[in-house]
């Protein structure tokens, strides 16, 4: 198992530009999240899938989308990049089932917007 | 916030030394969660402790849970120069069936060989 994947490990913008960060695991989770991680801030969470079908908003939505493709991906959409975007995002999933509650994440990608 | 805050936020021992490293948060809780980030890595689940327990053991860790303080302590013990890394409490709201955990930011250690 490859566990959680993440796609594109680093990538530069320029600001303005818009870009999909894709993420794919092969646990047949039902529970997918995006985070976003600053320095000294911890991660923050910007949206969420509770299964397969729903999404929902975290902590720092703003400027961002997602889409839950099927069970194995979810996906993040930077429409028009900012400067206060530059992070390093990080997915992960979690079983969703009663008493699973740890969370599995990817390597992240390191996003640099100029 | 619902955010969990670690103390310290810096930690710096020598290979042997246990290391402790606290986490307090603000709400009512399902369970609490404590992961590990190598530099330039995902982080990885070490060790969860339930609302109904106090203390639990995993290998070299030991965690404590006082829902009373909404705190938490994570204890190393006989630390090694691979154990450098951040560590992050991670708190589940109770009664949330979604699975949303509230990271806090993280201590710093450093083991010194």
């Known amino acids: 198992n490859a566990g959680v994947t993440q796609t594109p490990k680093f990538q530069v913008l320029k600001t303005g530009q818009s870009m999909t960060l894709q993420c794919a695991q092969d646990m047949n989770h039902n529970s997918m999240y995006w985070y976003r991680q600053d320095p000294g801030m911890g991660l923050r969470l910007i949206y969420y899938?509770?299964?397969?079908?729903?999404?929902d908003k975290g902590e720092v939505p703003n400027g961002y989308n997602v889409s839950r493709l099927n069970k194995r991906e979810f996906s993040l959409r930077l429409e028009s990049a900012a400067p206060s975007q530059t992070s390093v995002y990080f997915c992960?999933?979690?079983?969703?089932?009663?008493?699973?509650?740890?969370?599995?994440f990817g390597p992240g990608t390191r996003l640099t917007v100029t | 916030s619902q955010q969990g805050e670690e103390d310290p936020q810096a930690l710096s021992i020598q290979e042997g030394e246990n290391a402790t490293m606290n986490c307090s948060y603000k709400?009512?809780?399902?369970?609490l969660q404590w992961y590990r980030q190598n530099s330039g890595r995902g982080l990885v689940h070490l060790i969860l402790i339930r609302s109904n327990e106090r203390e639990k053991h995993s290998g070299r860790l030991r965690v404590t849970l006082d829902t009373s303080k909404k705190s938490s302590s994570l204890l190393i013990t006989a630390s090694r120069a691979a154990d450098t890394a951040s560590y992050f409490c991670a708190t589940d709201e109770r009664g949330s069936t979604l699975g949303r955990l509230y990271f806090g930011r993280g201590t710093q250690l450093t083991v010194w060989p």
């Open positions: 709400t009512s809780i399902n369970n």
């Open positions: 899938s509770a299964s397969e079908g729903t999404t």
């Open positions: 992960a999933s979690r079983n969703g089932l009663a008493g699973a509650y740890e969370q599995y």
